[in-house]
Each structure stands twice: as C-alpha cells, then as structure tokens.
C-alpha cells in the first residue's frame, strides 16, 4: 500500500512536470527570439555609430564655418 502512494506521488509528479514542460518555449523559439534581438541590438549599435559619425562631422564643420563668417566680416567691414 506504501509503495502504491509512493508511485501515484512520483506519477502525479512526472504528469506535473509534463505539463510544465507543454507550456515552455522550444529550443527553436528560444533560438528565433536570440536572433530576432541581436538582429535589433546590431541595428542600434549601427544606428549609434552613425549619429556618432553625423556629430563628430557637425562638430568639425562649425568651427571652419566660423572662420568663414570672420573673413566675410573682415571683408564687408573693410568695403563699407
């Protein structure tokens, strides 16, 4: 009689596990989700780097800007 309460506990144990188990991602799925997410980390990590690229390039213009607008100055001082 032991040992029948015994089996029925390990029994209804296994059963519970098997559910738990119906109810969890694949492998495959797991895998599919990892993917899709490096696939967006990549696309911010380029996206990053090209505002990266975009500022250093505004930060480089302005000054040669400025030196322009100081020769235009210069020059419209000097005819007027």
Same mark, same amino acid.
């Given at each position: 009689?032991?040992?029948?309460?015994?089996?029925?506990?390990?029994?209804?144990?296994?059963?519970?596990?098997?559910?738990?188990?119906?109810?969890?991602?694949?492998?495959?799925? @797991?895998?599919?989700?990892?993917?899709?997410? @490096?696939?967006?980390?990549?696309?911010?990590?380029?996206?990053?780097?090209?505002?990266?690229?975009?500022?250093?390039?505004?930060?480089?213009?302005?000054?040669?800007?400025?030196?322009?607008?100081?020769?235009?100055?210069?020059?419209?001082?000097?005819?007027?």
């Amino acid at each position: 009689m032991n040992e029948d309460n015994i089996l029925d506990k390990i029994l209804s144990k296994v059963v519970s596990i098997e559910e738990e188990l119906k109810n969890k991602p694949s492998r495959e799925e @797991l895998l599919a989700v990892k993917s899709e997410i @490096l696939g967006e980390v990549d696309s911010f990590v380029k996206l990053h780097e090209t505002l990266d690229q975009e500022l250093s390039a505004l930060r480089n213009k302005y000054p040669r800007l400025e030196e322009r607008l100081v020769v235009v100055e210069q020059k419209l001082a000097l005819s007027s």
